[in-house]
T-cell receptor, first 111, second 110 residues
Framework: NAGVTQTPKFRILKIGQSMTLQCTQDMNHNYMYWYRQDPGMGLKLIYYSVGAGITDKGEVPNGYNVSRSTTEDFPLRLELAAPSQTSVYFC??????????FGPGTRLTVT | QKEVEQNSGPLSVPEGAIASLNCTYSDRGSQSFFWYRQYSGKSPELIMFIYSNGDKEDGRFTAQLNKASQYVSLLIRDSQPSDSATYLCAVNRDDYKLSFGAGTTVTVRA
């Protein structure tokens, strides 16, 4: 039982490149979330999903896209990467109550 | 006003002492409150949750909630060097989402 897994762990992108951050969970949770965390800051919600086929924007969705075709997977797509997207990205899941469980994170640098 | 505010820290305590972390929130409708611990370079880990006014104890950790004052706190008793981390307060924003504070960094001095 791996919980929440994220790939890659680290990535360096050039400005204007695109990439997909992968998130997979084996807890059969309906709710999944993508956050970014900048140094010294709290977690900012990018997108979330309440089930397969349903996604919605969070606080900071600009420059990102998501899809949720299965319960297990919730990939985050960055199009036309910008230096402002340099951050640590966390995927999280939630079961029947409010507490969320986080993956190990992806550290992204855009130069 | 931020939705969730925490002491900016850093908070330095000697080993064996009590570390006290505070969090205030703006939405009176919030019902669920969480404390996460985050070690440097790692992901947040849930350590406590509290839904009712009063105290909730789990080992060396005690969460305290006062909904009238919109205040939630975390006490760490008998602090250990392994407790050195950033502690994030989170509050439910609605049925789906949490709001997180910026975190308080705790350093336990041996």
């Amino acid at each position: 039982n791996a919980g929440v897994t994220q790939t890659p762990k680290f990535r360096i992108l050039k400005i204007g490149q695109s990439m997909t951050l992968q998130c997979t969970q084996d807890m059969n949770h309906n709710y999944m979330y993508w956050y970014r965390q900048d140094p010294g800051m709290g977690l900012k919600l990018i997108y979330y999903s309440v089930g397969a086929g349903i996604t919605d924007k969070g606080e900071v969705p600009n420059g990102y896209n998501v899809s949720r075709s299965t319960t297990e997977d919730f990939p985050l797509r960055l199009e036309l990467a910008a230096p402002s997207q340099t951050s640590v990205y966390f995927c999280a899941t939630r079961g029947g109550t409010y507490e969320q469980y986080f993956g190990p994170g992806t550290r992204l640098t855009v130069t | 006003q931020k939705e969730v505010e925490q002491n900016s820290g850093p908070l330095s305590v000697p080993e064996g002492a009590i570390a006290s972390l505070n969090c205030t929130y703006s939405d009176r409708g919030s019902q669920s409150f969480f404390w996460y611990r985050q070690y440097s370079g790692k992901s947040p880990e849930l350590i406590m949750f509290i839904y009712s006014n009063g105290d909730k104890e789990d080992g060396r950790f005690t969460a305290q909630l006062n909904k009238a004052s919109q205040y939630v706190s975390l006490l760490i008793r008998d602090s250990q060097p392994s407790d050195s981390a950033t502690y994030l307060c989170a509050v439910n924003r609605d049925d789906y989402k949490l709001s997180f504070g910026a975190g308080t960094t705790v350093t336990v001095r041996a």
